[in-house]
């Protein structure tokens, strides 16, 4: 880590091919960098200034005309003195004025170099600097909602929060060990001390318990297209993709393996899957592709079944148990053809649409997005999409119940804080911050607690 956070790096911070690049530069270094090739006076420039001029080499060559934004600091994204070069999106170009810029002493970056420099500096925790990946690879009006609300510090507010109540806790246990010498002297009421414990558990669990919503909201809600051979599978994954994805046809067996593509509806990203029909068969290509449906099953969060007849009550009862922690919907499949309506539980949500002629598709994509029952990302509720995070909410959970445990057992002090240290450090690997020491106990101990004034 301090090798990479020494000197200062370079690199460009967009893709080749448009009408303008950006070269970006940080460091110690970056404003008597840029100074030796660029025409215009930048180093008694304020921060957060542009200044147009020339890049030269140092023979008097003109590379580019450019704009040279100076941000100084710790006003920057890194928290250092930065320099970005906006130049025309020549490849040539851009490439000419980095090259340049290396030569001068600015070394190329390496990757994520720069947002680890901001994490270093205090700019961003390690979640927030996470974020900054999820940002770039948003594709959708969800997964950049996700992205903002953790780079904005959501996550890392509610963790910092609970954080403090248990460093609260740490210290009255603490203070109770240094008058050990008093026996009867508790700091640290037991059962307030228990309630808080457990009020705090259950907010990590459901931090935890999020992870599963927040995955398929960053990752895409997987849907898995299941029914009989026929009925028109394929048909409707076409219909809801807008194009002709999957083969169709009037032979049963025409799929015999899981076909997959994304789209987007509402502003979040699906993965409808096209299964193979489910019937008894003898064909054994088809069998393997009946399992992949039902493995399809398994992993999907939604389960569109389609139907265009009246099932079996043991279809029903089948189809049932195997979505029994899915969202289930029914699809009753050409309605242009039937005329009546067949006849389900009422537990079970239907609507009658013909994915041939297009008609019920969009009253069906709102069905399903607003059946879905995801968390809304305009409230404060904070969403975990990251495994890392999730783990070591668990972790955390895990060890605060030890401290639960203990608090009813009526454990020593000692060994009840040692117990919420560990709880405290789970929490911090989550945002990178440092561990728990003495001394952050003990100021906590004199900036909340009057003792003897």
């Known amino acids: 880590m301090s090798l990479l956070h020494d000197g200062t790096i370079s690199a460009l911070s967009t893709p080749i091919g448009g009408a303008i690049a950006v070269i970006r530069m940080s460091g110690p270094e970056a404003l008597s960098i840029a100074q030796q090739v660029f025409t215009g006076k930048i180093m008694v420039a304020q921060g957060g200034t542009f200044h147009y001029g020339e890049i030269r080499t140092q023979e008097g060559e003109t ?14 994204y890194t928290g250092e003195d930065s320099v970005e070069i906006s130049c025309h999106g020549s490849r040539y170009v851009a490439q000419r004025i980095l090259m340049l810029l290396q030569s001068q002493g600015a070394r190329q970056a390496g990757p994520g170099e720069f947002t680890r420099r901001a994490y270093l500096n205090g700019k961003l925790d390690l979640s927030q600097a996470e974020a900054v990946a999820d940002l770039i690879a948003s594709t959708n009006k969800m997964q950049h909602q996700l992205a903002i609300s953790q780079l904005k510090g959501g996550f890392s507010k ?27 002297l508790e700091f640290a009421d037991r059962p307030a001390l228990g309630q808080l414990a457990e009020e705090i558990d259950q907010r990590i669990v459901s931090l935890a318990k999020s992870f599963e919503a927040g995955k398929v909201m960053k990752s895409g809600v997987p849907v898995a297209i299941v029914g009989k051979t026929n009925v028109g599978k394929s048909t409707l994954l076409n219909a809801l993709l807008g194009e002709e994805r999957a083969i169709v046809s009037d032979i049963d067996g025409t799929t015999r393996d899981t076909i997959e593509d994304t789209t987007t509806i509402g502003g979040i990203l699906f993965r409808f899957i096209d299964t193979a029909g489910l019937r008894k068969t003898s064909d054994k290509i088809e069998n393997i592709g009946i399992a992949r449906t039902l493995e399809a099953m398994r992993k999907a969060f ?28 029914v699809i009753v499949n050409k309605s242009d053809l039937h005329h009546h309506s067949p006849i389900l539980p009422v537990s079970l949500q239907r609507i009658e649409i013909s994915a041939k002629q297009g008609t019920g598709i969009s009253e069906l994509e709102s069905l399903i997005l607003h059946g879905l029952d995801l968390p809304c990302m305009s409230s404060t509720d904070v969403i975990v999409t990251n495994a890392r995070h999730q783990a070591d909410l668990m972790k955390a959970h895990a060890d605060l119940a030890r401290v639960i445990t203990g608090i009813s057992s009526n454990l020593s002090s000692d060994l009840l804080a040692e117990d919420l240290r560990l709880v405290i450090d789970d929490l911090a690997d989550i945002t990178g911050q440092k561990r728990i020491t003495p001394q952050e106990t003990l100021n906590n101990i004199f900036s909340h607690f009057c003792i003897g004034k």
């Open 63 to 76: 590379i580019d005309d450019v704009i040279v934004s100076v941000f100084r600091a710790p006003h920057s």
């Open 158 to 184: 509610e963790l910092g929060s609970l954080r403090d109540r248990l460093l609260k806790m740490t210290s009255l246990l603490e203070l109770e060990l240094d008058f050990s010498d008093h026996e009867d």
């Open 302 to 329: 939604v389960v569109l079944w389609v139907i265009d007849s009246q099932p079996t009550d043991e279809e029903i009862s089948r189809m049932q148990a195997l979505a029994a922690d899915k969202h289930l919907f």
